[in-house]
């Protein structure tokens, strides 16, 4: 027997190339500066714009303040804003992991029967449909406790994308793989250990990306309807006390770091499913033309 | 002419074999066909003739509406039939190694315990340090090549093929062919091998069943009588030229063309 199938050359040969090659490799590298190098100068442009613009019109700070204000109020008031973000972000972290724990596990239990599934989905579709801020009255008559409430409003908006996604993937699973656990007889739970779950992945961690920003949003939301106050709010709490108090730079800072927080989740999250995904799925390999 | 493909007496025999599915579609009509030990059958026939449907059957994947396969010798196990799809059906997320040793893993052995079984299955299908890329990164033969060796880890005593090569190009689907023919020279398994390719057929097998479509019933057989191993010179010899052009005229038959002058082997989808 002789092995005849190529294997792929080595990248990094030395070859001359031609104009139009040469071309495209640099636009190609323009592009990869260009990528983070333009945002980063609107962004800037629009912050001097934003502070001129309050200069030239001699808007009060209690209305707009500047950039500068701004950036003072974050350094001056951390003590307090950071104990906020604390608080903010311990919610969203607790109802993100309940949202992963809740809904995987019913979307196992879903794909266990059929009949489960078709029972109880209406249900969480439901629930998902109902605007968070309507249902929080209930809640807020049947719980007590302040955290638990927090939690449990969060942890509603969070958890329908992953039970969603997670459902569609256990069920993605290719026939021809499930016949082959089939033959070799194969238990229900070595099917799902071995070949439902790793199948589902990529759903799994796609829905887990737009829970992370919801479950943020939920923590927020939740903060706001409830309205608490004291040493233990979170940063929505800092927002409405500001408010109140006509503190816009307060108010801008903390919105700044509700903000920073939101996209910290997305690129932490994007980056834990590129690590996770990166030698099988598509979505995560990198572009090589 | 000296075969040596010599079998001994039959492993499986379809008896007046049935199926029907749910939606009235006759899918098999009183089968009949018998599997001995060692054979290389081929199941040739056009789309609809229920060759896959059959093969699920020998496979247990589904059961017959009637009639009965009847096995001989040694009650078969789990991990006596080995069962390779068209498409090599790999787990993406899975290295090489993973891959193979999936069906071991099943009944519970551990990694420890199968390298060694891993290791000699895929040294027989030459992927000797492959064992952990993952999938993407092999090109269509190879995948297949590890498709094989998972079918033939456990070492089966059947081997099922749903016409495995049918997505891969010809150089690639030569050279697989050939190394198929010498790991089962070699390990004398038996196969069951479902292919539209009359070409395919004749290369590998020592019988072919030629099937019918309208519904999927045996139109014929016949023994491709020619010697084994069968190297590249035998695609090209005048006997290979006759056979095709026998299975060929037998094929244009059950598919109720008439065989004219000029009528040569053609590869059917």
């Known amino acids: 027997m002789s092995f005849t199938d190529t294997r792929s050359h080595a990248a990094h040969e030395e070859v001359p190339i031609d104009a139009e090659e040469a071309r495209r490799a640099r636009a190609r ?4 500066t260009g990528r983070w190098l333009f945002p980063m100068l609107i962004m800037v442009l629009a912050i001097i714009m934003w502070d001129r613009i309050c200069v030239w019109n001699e808007i009060p700070r209690y209305i707009l303040p500047r950039p500068g204000e701004v950036l003072a109020t974050l350094i001056t ?9 604390l608080t903010t972000l311990k919610i969203t972290f607790l109802s993100l992991l309940l949202a992963v724990l809740g809904g995987v596990g019913l979307s196992v239990l879903f794909t266990q029967s059929k009949w489960v599934e078709m029972s109880f989905f209406p249900f969480a579709v439901i629930l998902q449909v109902t605007p968070i801020v309507a249902i929080f009255p209930l809640i807020n008559i049947y719980v007590d406790n302040q955290t638990a409430k927090l939690l449990l409003c969060a942890w509603i908006v969070a958890f329908f994308p992953i039970l969603s996604n997670t459902t569609l993937g256990l069920n993605s699973v290719d026939r021809n793989l499930l016949d082959l656990f089939k033959l070799n007889g194969a238990s229900r739970w070595q099917t799902l250990w071995h070949l439902r779950l790793p199948a589902s992945m990529p759903y799994f961690l796609g829905g887990l990306k737009i829970a992370g920003g919801l479950a943020l949003i939920g923590a927020v939301v939740a903060e706001f309807v409830a309205g608490t106050s004291g040493q233990s709010s979170g940063l929505a709490s800092r927002i409405i006390e500001a408010g109140y108090r006509l503190n816009a730079p307060r108010l801008f800072a903390a919105l700044i770091l ?3 927080t939101g996209i910290l989740i997305f ?3 994007t980056w834990i499913s590129n690590r996770i995904l990166r030698r099988w799925h598509e979505s995560a390999l990198k572009q090589e033309h | ?7 001994d007496g039959p492993q499986l025999i379809l008896r007046s074999v049935g199926k029907t599915f749910g939606n009235d579609v006759v899918a098999l009509r009183d089968v009949n066909m018998t599997i001995n030990h060692g054979d290389f059958l081929s199941l040739l026939g056009p789309s609809g003739c229920g060759k896959s449907t059959a093969l699920r059957l020998v496979a247990g ?3 017959p509406t009637s009639g009965l396969l009847d096995w001989r010798g040694p009650p078969m196990g789990k991990s006596d039939v080995g069962f390779v799809f068209q498409e090599p059906t790999l787990m993406p997320w899975a290295t090489v190694f993973e891959n193979v040793w999936l069906p071991l893993r099943l009944q519970g052995v551990s990694r420890a315990e199968a390298t060694p079984q891993v290791s000699e299955v895929l040294a027989q299908v030459n992927l000797t340090g492959f064992e952990n890329a993952v ?6 033969g190879m995948k297949m090549r590890v498709s094989i060796a998972r079918g033939l880890v456990t070492r089966p005593r059947l081997l099922l093929m749903d016409e495995p090569f049918a997505a891969l190009d010809e150089i690639t689907r030569f050279q697989l062919n050939s190394d198929l023919l010498a790991l089962w020279e070699q390990e004398r398994f038996t196969v069951i091998f479902v292919t539209h390719s009359v070409f395919e057929s004749v290369f590998l097998s020592n019988r072919i069943v030629v099937m019918a479509a309208h519904p999927g019933r045996v139109y014929g057989e016949m023994e491709v009588d020619a010697p084994y191993p069968r190297d590249e010179q035998f695609r090209t010899s005048e006997d290979y030229a006759h056979l095709t052009r026998k299975a060929s005229s037998i094929l244009r038959a059950a598919m109720g063309i008439e065989d004219g002058e000029g009528a040569h082997p053609d590869v059917l989808h």
């Open chain 1, 29 to 32: 590298r323009l592009e990869k």
């Open chain 1, 77 to 85: 008031d951390r003590g307090l804003l950071f104990s906020s973000l």
């Open chain 1, 258 to 260: 509700i903000s920073f």
């Open chain 1, 267 to 269: 690129l932490v999250l």
């Open chain 2, 1 to 7: 002419m000296a075969q040596a493909a010599a079998t």
């Open chain 2, 61 to 63: 994947l589904s059961s």
């Open chain 2, 135 to 140: 999938p993407r990164e092999l090109s269509g």
